[in-house]
């Protein structure tokens, strides 16, 4: 009987002590995320100064302004991919939270967000960005959609909510009615 106690007792000492190393280990684990937490916040908030050096046309020295060169052109390569993207897809994004929308939508289904001033595209622009690491290529014909003709339907049937003020059909999973603005 008293084996078995101080078995016990022992198993008790190594679950306490195996618990308080447990303890410990998390929180020197939280410790050290929160301070390389701030140290990215530093690093970040650097970056963002350079970034503004750059932007108001100041300079850091040769480095810098090739790694910056680099940045503009990442940019300029992103942002024709997203406009050749909006094309393939037949929709236009939301300038206030870049969400898809359907051509001709006059209100996000994602934000509410006026689409008034997002930029329909008709046809993809010619890529003028090169880099220094890779050779030009010569841009590709521009692509003009062509316009969409309905499809005729049988029975239509509604894939989403119904607009309690206008009565337009909104899409399935939109949030706002993408001809009067309203929360569905």
Same mark, same amino acid.
Request: aromatic fraction near 4%.
């Given at each position: 009987?008293?084996?078995?106690?101080?078995?016990?007792?022992?198993?008790?000492?190594?679950?306490?002590?195996?618990?308080?190393?447990?303890? @410990?280990?998390?929180?020197?684990?939280? $410790?050290?995320?929160?301070?390389? $937490?701030?140290? $990215?916040?530093?690093?970040?908030?650097?970056?963002? %100064?350079? /970034?503004?050096?750059?932007? /108001?046309?100041? %300079?850091?020295?040769?480095?810098?302004?090739?790694?910056?060169?680099?940045?503009?052109?990442?940019e300029a390569r992103i942002a024709?991919?997203?406009?050749?993207?909006?094309?393939? @897809?037949?929709?236009?994004? #939301?300038? @206030? #939270? $870049?969400?898809?929308? @359907?051509?001709?939508?006059?209100?996000?289904?994602?934000?509410?967000?006026?689409?008034?001033?997002?930029?329909e595209l008709t046809e993809i622009?010619?890529?003028?960005?090169?880099?220094? /690491?890779?050779? &030009?290529?010569?841009?590709p014909t521009p692509y003009i959609?062509? %316009? &969409?003709?309905?499809?005729?339907?049988?029975? &239509?049937? &509604?894939?989403?909510?119904?607009?309690?003020? #206008?009565? %337009?059909?909104?899409?399935?999973?939109?949030?706002?009615?993408?001809? #009067?603005?309203?929360?569905?």
């Amino acid at each position: 009987m008293a084996d078995i106690k101080t078995g016990i007792e022992k198993a008790v000492k190594a679950v306490a002590q195996g618990s308080g190393t447990f303890v @410990k280990t998390t929180k020197l684990t939280l $410790n050290l995320s929160s301070e390389e $937490n701030k140290l $990215n916040t530093i690093y970040t908030q650097i970056g963002k %100064s350079v /970034h503004e050096i750059y932007k /108001h046309g100041g %300079s850091l020295g040769a480095m810098f302004d090739e790694r910056y060169k680099e940045i503009l052109e990442l940019e300029a390569r992103i942002a024709d991919i997203r406009n050749r993207l909006e094309i393939a @897809k037949g929709v236009v994004i #939301c300038p @206030k #939270c $870049n969400a898809n929308a @359907k051509r001709g939508s006059v209100f996000c289904p994602k934000c509410g967000g006026n689409m008034g001033d997002a930029e329909e595209l008709t046809e993809i622009p010619q890529a003028t960005v090169t880099t220094p /690491h890779i050779a &030009p290529t010569p841009a590709p014909t521009p692509y003009i959609a062509p %316009s &969409p003709e309905p499809v005729p339907q049988p029975n &239509p049937v &509604p894939q989403g909510k119904t607009c309690g003020v #206008c009565g %337009s059909v909104a899409g399935v999973g939109e949030r706002f009615c993408l001809s #009067c603005g309203r929360a569905l």
